[in-house]
């Protein structure tokens, strides 16, 4: 692994710095995930969501009576941002009043939403109710994006629930792409069709092999591209025309401080919790759900939250298979936690693939 003595320096800090935030566990963000039905059927979906109820939406009564017995006695709600997900969470017609419940309670709340169902009405609804933030899934072009996410309305619909958001001054947001080989000659050209778009915060990611696109090869980018990946990321964030960052898939070796905001950490079940639609309680929805760490219904969320969650925060276990030897654990620990399978064996690494030539 290539790194300069600057880089290796503050990456050392950093790791000192995660240290602490482990043995404080401080609750900033919990994910909601509130229901698993879905308008779209994406072939990268690692829910594998449909429009029918494979599993009833949580009660937002169970929900709130975690938040106000167990969560709100324990934090300043002010500094907890809820983030509901799904699935589709605009599929809940009382979505709004979700929103408005949390808003009442001083938590800053936002969504993830694959746009289909946002119009004006709505928009307008979700903003009378508190919106803090949203997130907008555009994944390339019109062929690109409908190919991805299976509606031929998909893009158009997302495109123009993006618009809305841009001009809105209130909310926070950003607009997520998720990166296939399709999509990959095109990048600059999209780059520029954002920026048009006055599009200002953009999210960047490759497509885990996990879910519908576990076995789904047309969707992996080659080694090759995504070391070219990140050298647009780089590029493009130091043009500063579009704030661009790549998401959380992993440490990056060399471009690391270069294509985030800030050094990799996996913050599940350090900062970050998940109360999943049969009420477990994870790190993140994004991580398969044997490493729940309890219930909601048989345990008490801050309870579990206080005293459990070893497997997220002691992560010498990690050190096994292709990281045993990696010079990169003391940084990354073994990847994301959504990085492992069901037997905690890691499925996929992005250091891996781009540090031969590192």
Same mark, same amino acid.
């Given at each position: ?9 503050a ?7 995660g ?10 963000q ?7 039905? !879905? ?5 990268? !979906?690692?829910s594998?969501?449909?429009?029918t ?16 017995e ?12 809820? &983030? &509901? ?32 169902l ?16 949203i ?7 019109e ?44 990048l ?8 048009a778009?006055?599009?200002t ?19 992996q980018?080659?080694?090759?591209q ?7 990321i ?15 898939e992993?440490?990056?070796g ?5 294509v ?29 759900h ?8 048989q345990?008490?969320?801050?309870d579990?939250?206080e005293n ?9 276990w990690?050190?096994t ?18 990085q492992?399978?069901d ?8 250091y891996l693939?781009?540090?031969?030539n590192?």
């Amino acid at each position: 692994m290539k790194l300069g003595f600057r880089k290796r320096l503050a990456l050392n800090l950093f790791a000192k710095y995660g240290q602490i935030e482990v043995k404080e566990h401080k609750l900033r963000q919990l994910f909601w995930e509130s229901t698993l039905r !879905c308008c779209l059927n994406c072939k990268h !979906c690692g829910s594998d969501c449909t429009a029918t109820e494979t599993h009833p939406d949580m009660p937002l009564e169970d929900f709130l009576k975690v938040v106000d017995e167990q969560i709100t006695p324990n934090v300043d709600p002010h500094h907890v941002m809820v &983030i &509901i997900s799904g699935g589709e969470p605009l599929m809940r017609k009382d979505l709004e009043k979700c929103g408005l419940e949390l808003y009442k309670r001083g938590y800053p709340w936002g969504l993830v939403t694959n746009g289909m169902l946002l119009d004006r009405n709505r928009f307008d609804r979700l903003l009378r109710s508190g919106l803090h933030s949203i997130s907008v899934s555009l994944d390339g072009f019109e062929a690109e994006h409908n190919a991805l996410r299976g509606h031929p309305e998909s893009f158009d619909r997302a495109l123009n629930a993006i618009r809305m958001i841009v001009r809105e001054p209130s909310v926070k947001y950003d607009v997520i792409t998720c990166i296939t080989p399709a999509l990959f000659p095109k990048l600059q050209e999209f780059k520029e069709f954002l920026i048009a778009e006055k599009v200002t915060h953009w999210r960047i990611g490759t497509i885990f092999p996990a879910g519908r696109a576990a076995n789904d090869v047309t969707l992996q980018l080659t080694d090759a591209q995504k070391r070219a990946l990140f050298e647009f990321i780089r590029d493009t964030r130091k043009e500063g025309r579009i704030n661009v960052t790549f998401s959380c898939e992993g440490f990056l070796g060399e471009f690391e401080g270069e294509v985030r905001d800030h050094f990799y950490w996996c913050i599940a079940g350090v900062n970050v919790a998940s109360i999943r639609i049969d009420g477990s309680i994870s790190g993140c929805t994004s991580i398969r759900h044997n490493f729940s760490q309890g219930n909601i219904y048989q345990d008490g969320f801050w309870d579990v939250w206080e005293n459990r969650f070893e497997l997220f925060r002691d992560r010498s276990w990690a050190k096994t298979g292709p990281c045993e030897h990696c010079e990169a654990f003391k940084y990354c620990l073994g990847g994301g936690m959504h990085q492992r399978g069901d037997d905690k064996e890691l499925v996929d690494c992005l250091y891996l693939h781009i540090r031969g030539n590192g």
